[in-house]
């Protein structure tokens, strides 16, 4: 506190009973800029306790906390009595119109504090059972108690008592439950500047408290004071006694009879001497102190940014705007990472991320993966082998990777290699038309029927005016190219054969000429899936719906995708998200039906899904694995 010789020390110990609801919290604010500086410091202790829960309890004590704060520096013109005075207005206003919390069922007791600090002038003001000490001169005097009107309203600022601290005091504000720990007890570790690591350490019994010590900066040494008066003169100081908040008049003070006041100036250029010298000490102690109640106020800044933002985010949610209330739990949750860094407010910070994590599980609608499966590996017999993709034939999972590719037969619970052409590079298989029991291998350049020990058949090999195949899908009687420039090429056949005779699975693929499907630039792809409309991935966050080459309806998501797969036979599109660990399903029209969630899928290079819908296959290094839906 750069505007007196005075600096606190906080404490909280919050009830950890299971059905207790208190809460109970400390602020300190500081003055921000210079105009703030003309009103001095603000502390502030309170507790909340009602039929509500601790959640519902640390909400309201924060708010109040904010207005208090709020209204006490908006108007810096002022004293700092008549700001307090307008803050205490300002909350009586704000608790009258919280009609809910009103109610007898709510049963709310607020106990609070207010202290406001500005040099060596101090003014207090108080709301149900909390209660400041004043230490002089190992005398330890209550400054802080009920007024005797019998017509007080516990919800509401009465009074306010002033006075000026002498440069020895020392000030205790605390909730009701100090009164549990021996006066003698407060005096000795008060006067040794130990209150709050001796509560933190000793059981005492109590259950909820809010605690500030003011010490003083200096030593507690006679001649270093500004004066400080004999001990026979201290003996006669006043104690302090309520004065209405509505009344200026009368206001009386700690200091001594007037007769002492001439010593004080008699000695005035000794005492301004020894604060220089006292300031240099102190320098660093002083910064350390102002950085820790900076890091208070950021704090309470921050968690009423992240209530705020939760608050939004269910609004975003009500209305199904989940990429937005994506976006805005990314922020909550970054914020809510420098608060944990900060240290402060562990309570409300816990309830506010339990809060986070509801809403991102009603927003991804996750679920976790019971159980995942190995179905192969290849670590040992793949050497040089570098799989990047898998499909699914007819009983058997097909594993890619540059010219060669693995079969693995389900039946026979083995596989074998095998390759393409030197120089080629395998990006899909698919399952022939008309004859399930054939495979098609599409490679960059070309279409083959994979005919086992007999020589592979080529069907079509790439004209050069059009780009290298990304991935491939036939649909109805057509095939659909993905090539490198991100378009859709179209390619219709037919199935013919030279003898009538022939079975259907002999027939031959005869293709027409490839022409470009995607009739804008907005329908560039980055990987699809067919199922009469296409669904393709513009980039890795937008899931789009194609229809007759052009965009029809998209969707953001907040997380990287990089496959999307579905089939006409399918009843769902699946999303593959290996950096989130995600397999996403989304019915037809783009809603999300839920998100199934492993570690494992975590760096997955591929997956597939059966055509039950009931297995997802994926690819991790030289591995498949596959887990039930």
Same mark, same amino acid.
């Given at each position: ?19 207790? !609801?208190? @809460?109970?919290?400390?602020?300190? &604010? ?10 001095? +410091? ?44 307008? +803050? ?84 205790? #504000?605390? /909730? ?58 201290? +003996? ?27 010593? *004080? &100036? ?7 001497? #020894? ?9 660093? !102690?002083? =910064? ?40 805005? #739990? ?13 240290? @402060? ?27 995942? %499966?190995?179905? &192969?590996?290849?670590?040992? %017999? ?22 060669? $590719? ?10 074998? *290699? ?77 199935? !013919? ?13 005869? $293709?027409?000429?490839? =022409? ?18 296409? &669904? ?6 937008? #899931? ?13 998501? !907040? ?6 797969? /579905? ?40 997956? $597939? ?7 997802? @296959? ?12």
């Amino acid at each position: 506190m750069k505007d007196s010789l005075f600096h606190p020390e906080e404490l909280t110990i919050q009830d950890k009973s299971p059905i207790g !609801s208190s @809460y109970a919290e400390t602020f300190v &604010f500081v003055p921000s800029n210079k105009n703030e500086a003309t009103l001095g +410091s603000l502390f502030i202790v309170t507790e909340a306790s009602s039929n509500k829960t601790k959640k519902e309890n640390a909400e309201l004590t924060s708010e109040v906390a904010s207005v208090i704060k709020n209204e006490f520096y908006q108007n810096t013109l002022v004293t700092p009595m008549s700001a307090l005075k307008f +803050s205490l207005k300002r909350v009586n206003s704000l608790l009258n119109s919280k009609k809910n919390w009103l109610t007898p069922s709510s049963a709310l007791k607020l106990k609070i504090l207010i202290a406001s600090l500005k040099e060596n002038k101090l003014h207090i003001a108080r709301m149900g059972d909390s209660t400041a000490f004043l230490l002089r001169d190992s005398s330890l005097q209550t400054i802080a108690m009920l007024p005797s009107s019998q017509n007080q309203n516990p919800l509401s600022f009465e009074n306010i008592i002033s006075g000026e601290l002498l440069p020895d005091d020392h000030i205790l #504000l605390a /909730t009701n439950q100090i009164y549990k720990i021996d006066e003698k007890e407060i005096l000795k570790n008060l006067q040794e500047k130990k209150m709050v690591s001796h509560l933190s350490k000793t059981d005492n019994g109590i259950k909820s408290l809010a605690l500030i010590c003011i010490y003083p900066v200096k030593n507690n040494s006679p001649q270093k004071t500004f004066g400080r008066p004999s001990a026979s003169v201290v +003996s006669n100081v006043i104690k302090p006694s309520l004065v209405s908040i509505h009344n200026e008049a009368n206001i009386p003070d700690y200091t001594t009879p007037a007769k002492n006041r001439s010593k *004080f &100036f008699k000695i005035g250029i000794i005492v301004t001497i #020894l604060l220089i010298a006292i300031s240099v000490i102190t320098f660093t !102690s002083l =910064k350390i102190r102002n950085e820790t109640s900076q890091n208070k106020k950021e704090s309470e800044q921050l968690l009423q940014e992240v209530s705020d933002i939760k608050n939004k985010i269910n609004d975003l949610i009500a209305t199904n705007n989940e990429t937005e209330a994506n976006e805005l #739990l990314f922020s909550a949750q970054e914020k809510l990472k420098r608060l944990e860094e900060l240290g @402060y407010f562990k309570t409300t910070r816990s309830t506010l991320s339990d809060d986070l994590e509801k809403i991102y599980k009603e927003i991804s609608k996750a679920e976790t993966i019971n159980k995942i %499966n190995k179905i &192969f590996d290849l670590e040992n %017999n793949s050497v040089g082998f570098e799989p990047e993709k898998i499909t699914l034939g007819k009983n058997k999972i097909f594993v890619l990777g540059g010219k060669n $590719f693995y079969k693995f037969d389900f039946n026979k619970a083995d596989g074998v *290699f095998d390759s393409v052409e030197e120089g080629s590079k395998l990006v899909s298989s698919l399952l022939k038309p008309g004859n399930p029991n054939s495979q098609i291998l599409i490679t960059e350049d070309k279409i083959i029927e994979e005919l086992g020990d007999s020589q592979d058949k080529i069907y079509w090999v790439r004209p050069e005016n059009i780009p290298a195949i990304k991935d491939a899908s036939f649909y109805a009687n057509a095939i659909y190219l993905l090539n490198e420039d991100g378009f859709i090429y179209k390619m219709p056949f037919t199935l !013919s054969s030279s003898t009538p005779t022939v079975n259907a699975g002999a027939e031959n693929l005869v $293709f027409d000429e490839a =022409k470009v499907w995607t009739k804008k630039e907005e329908g560039k792809l980055e990987s699809f899936s067919i199922e009469g409309s296409v &669904f393709g991935l513009t980039d890795s966050n937008t #899931l789009a719906e194609l229809t007759n080459g052009e965009v029809k309806n998209k969707k953001n998501f !907040s997380e990287n995708i990089n496959q999307v797969f /579905t089939s006409v036979s399918y009843k769902n599109i699946y999303l593959f998200s290996p950096d989130n660990g995600l397999v996403i399903i989304l019915d037809k029209n783009l809603n999300i039906k839920k998100r199934l969630s492993h570690n494992e899928l975590i760096g997955a290079k591929s997956f $597939f899904v059966n055509s039950q819908e009931r297995i997802i @296959y994926f690819l991790k290094n030289k591995t498949v694995f596959s887990f039930e839906i």
